[in-house]
């Protein structure tokens, strides 16, 4: 029966050890050890991770236990299997268990590895220290597509019937689909503050830049304006002792379209550009818009750096 330990407390592998794969997710592997009694506490703080606030905005992470031969898999739950010696009461009147002569019982548990759906990366690691976005954030998608109204008769059939040169104008508003994506960036268990609220810096990011384009590239892909912060939703739970919350940012991403400002130049059109049809300049394009018609004027969109919504100061 080998040992080990981890946070400095020792722990054995015992039987019914099993690893389970499957071909729609969901790949588990189930570890019972066991260890004493009185260690216990401390060991699930260890092994399920531990979650607080560092410096300049970042957090400072204790990573849970990572498998020793499957290097994607991490500590999600430890699930109580018995403990082992004579039932007592601590001082404090909670459980206790020890052996005939005193000595500390025996804790049995299991130990439930996962692969999460984000990345696991300790503080110090390089991506870590450029940013909260490249680790404990789970990304999701949705592809969709907007409904564009173009004004009536602005397009014609073509090949009109033999003997009439007249094209015919299609009379009805005909609509345009223009491709869209529904985006989640989920940041997972980011430590409450000694309220147990999420922390302020974040509140107030929110509330700043919700209804924003970001204004510069973002998650080393998406342009400048491309995205529109529409809304977030945290949710707030138990990370073994801590108290932690997961936050959902919801984003609308436009894809960059050939659009037209004042100078008539072609350019990258985001959230801030408008159909039009210009029958004098075709073919048809979005347009940028502002309050006073110039390219110096406000625009429907503010622009804010979403980097701010990864940092909790």
């Known amino acids: 029966m080998p040992s080990t330990q981890t946070g400095g407390i ?53 990573l849970p236990e990572q498998h020793p031969v499957y290097r994607d898999f991490w500590v999600s739950r430890a699930e109580p299997v018995e403990a082992i010696g004579v039932l007592g009461n601590t001082p404090q009147g909670g459980p206790n268990y020890t052996t005939f002569d005193g000595q500390d ?39 969709n597509a907007t409904v564009v109204t173009i004004p009536g008769n602005a397009f014609k059939y073509v090949n009109p019937p033999p003997g009439n040169p007249t094209q015919f104008p299609i009379p009805e508003p005909p609509g345009k689909i223009f491709p869209t994506r529904a985006m989640t960036y989920t940041w997972k268990a980011i430590p409450a503050d000694q309220f147990r609220r999420l922390p302020r810096a974040l509140e107030t990011s929110i509330n700043d830049q919700q209804g924003t384009v970001n204004d510069a590239q973002f998650d080393g892909r998406y342009d400048p304006g491309t995205l529109l912060f529409a809304s977030a939703r945290e949710r707030g739970y138990w990370w073994a002792n801590n108290y932690v919350y997961d936050l959902s940012y919801n984003f609308i991403f436009r894809q960059s379209i050939p659009a037209t400002d004042d100078g008539m130049n072609v350019v990258k059109g985001d959230h801030n550009y408008f159909f039009r049809l210009d029958r004098k300049n075709p073919p048809p394009r979005f347009w940028l818009a502002t309050d006073d018609g110039t390219v110096a004027g406000n625009r429907i969109y503010g622009k804010s750096s979403f980097d701010k919504l990864f940092k909790v100061g």
């Open 10 to 62: 020792k722990f054995a592998d015992i039987g019914g050890y099993r690893e389970t794969f499957r071909s729609e997710g969901g790949n588990e592997i189930y570890r019972p050890v066991q260890l004493a009694w009185s260690d216990r506490q401390a060991f699930h703080a260890f092994v399920l991770g531990q979650n607080g606030i560092g410096q300049s905005g970042f957090l400072a992470r204790g």
């Open 105 to 143: 019982g025996l804790y049995r548990c299991a130990l439930v590895y996962t692969q999460p759906d984000w990345l696991v990366y300790p503080d110090d690691n390089s991506g870590a220290q450029a940013s909260e976005l490249y680790r404990y954030v789970a990304r999701s998608q949705e592809y």
